[in-house]
């Protein structure tokens, strides 16, 4: 592509997508930090993900090594997997108020394991590159002729940064080939095309990168944007492939474009690449988030009973597939987990002193359905698990980074708990089973 027609489009498409040439101060504070990570070991490793937009389409490994570094308690979900950020900060006074009420409560005794001093001082110093960003990007945004209207004007107060590791093609040989790129312009992919998710709509993501500088007649590293596919573009809006300068730099991704737009990493042939990917992430996915649900669940068995699938799969078996290397590493989120876990424990013991209860007073059939909603929920989340856990792509990890938790078995506690109602209540359906029941004769009788 011609420059002049490179710049054209860009200008009428792209926009929103800005390059600088130079990271600046900012090459030696993340490339310290990330080299002593690295050298730490057991910080970087590849995730293990969703092939596609639904759990049918299976399980596979990232071609990247990463680790995410954020504000104290957040995660980021993406293609089906949670992953749990390494403090750059202290937890705020409120979390560790309710922390503190929580392990009273439950008669919670355990301890917490500390980071070395150099690994949290690394944690700072993204930090303060974190901070740097976010005022470069505020910015570039102002400065940028944007025409949008102020609600769709993104945020940029970056809540945590996914920190990646790409070994270029000439290392790394199972990486597969762009589409549409051919002939000696081929290049192959690190990071296939897609959006950003789990993230707040407009936000901007802003992406420092290094690597090594290279001979000129290799492939560079460098980033492709395009339209999403589904969204028909009339008239057609062409890709745009931008070469990513050694030495260091940042590009952006402001308001719109993530929405409207998708991009690829294409691999160079030689050099180390790094990349500290900036993102606002959706509210509710925080530690404190799931604190609080605990928290009122311990008060309200109502809340108990709709939180408790929650927390076991969505958050501590999410933690348990990350493998025995991220569990130890990862010390911020070992002892959150290790009060969590007890968490669970008092749940599912209060859920058996309740079913006594129950079965002492002879009736209370809604307080029954609740455990009947739950048992079911239950097993259809172990059997969403177990499918998962069953993929050839965690039984190639090596067995470190393998799952830590084993096949869950339901052991027949709906038919159970089903059971026990019929021989207490007269009556094995739920209020709500019955309901669905009667609608669906009713409309079975309207058909004739």
């Not at 409207?260 to 996915?285: D, I, M, N």
């Not at 649900?293 to 408790?308: A, H, Q, S, T």
Request: contains cysteine.
């Amino acid at each position: 592509m011609e420059d002049k027609s490179f710049v054209a489009i860009t200008n009428m498409y792209y926009k929103n997508a800005l390059i600088t040439e130079s990271g600046g101060v900012l090459n030696d504070q993340f490339l310290s930090s990330f080299t002593s990570l690295l050298n730490t070991g057991g910080f970087l490793t590849p995730d293990i993900v969703l092939a596609g937009k639904r759990e049918s389409a299976g399980w596979s490994k990232t071609f990247v090594e990463r680790t995410l570094v954020g504000d104290a308690g957040g995660t980021y979900k993406y293609l089906g997997l949670r992953i749990y950020a390494h403090p750059w900060n202290d937890d705020i006074s409120s979390v560790t108020t309710l922390e503190s009420k929580v392990k009273i409560l439950i008669g919670y005794t355990g301890t917490d394991a500390q980071y070395s001093d150099n690994i949290l001082s690394q944690f700072r110093k993204i930090h303060q590159a974190n901070e740097t960003i976010k005022a470069k990007s505020h910015q570039h945004q102002t400065q940028l002729n944007l025409d949008l209207p102020p609600s769709h004007r993104g945020s940029n107060s970056y809540s945590l940064t996914l920190i990646n590791r790409m070994l270029p093609s000439s290392i790394k040989k199972d990486l597969k080939t762009d589409a549409q790129t051919s002939g000696k312009n081929e290049s192959k992919t690190s990071v296939s095309w897609h959006t950003d998710s789990g993230l707040q709509d407009y936000s901007t993501i802003a992406v420092w990168h290094h690597h090594e500088k290279v001979s000129s007649s290799s492939n560079p590293w460098r980033i492709s944007l395009r339209p999403i596919p589904s969204l028909n573009s009339t008239p057609p809006i062409p890709a745009i492939i931008m070469n990513l300068e050694s030495g260091g730099g940042l590009y952006y991704i402001f308001d719109e474009m993530n929405l409207r737009f998708e991009h690829a990493v294409l691999s160079g042939r030689e050099g180390v690449r790094w990349s500290s990917t900036h993102r606002v992430t959706k509210e509710g996915g925080k530690y404190e988030d799931i604190l609080g649900e605990c928290w009122r669940g311990l008060n309200d068995l109502k809340k108990m009973f709709r939180v408790m699938n929650v927390l076991e799969f969505d958050w501590i078996n999410q933690w348990r597939v990350q493998g025995s290397v991220e569990m130890t590493t990862n010390i911020y989120w070992k002892n959150k987990f290790s009060l969590l876990e007890a968490v669970l424990a008092t749940f599912k013991a209060r859920m058996n002193e309740e079913i006594e209860r129950l079965k002492g007073i002879k009736k209370g059939g809604g307080d029954w359905d609740r455990i009947i909603e739950y048992a079911e929920g239950r097993k259809s989340e172990i059997e969403k698990f177990n499918a998962r856990l069953g993929s050839r792509t965690y039984q190639q990890l090596a067995p470190e980074s393998r799952p830590v938790v084993g096949v869950l078995e339901e052991g027949g506690f709906v038919k159970k708990i089903r059971k026990s109602k019929k021989k207490y209540c007269g009556e094995k359906l739920t209020k709500k089973e019955k309901k669905g029941k009667g609608s669906n004769w009713e409309a079975m009788k309207g058909k004739f």
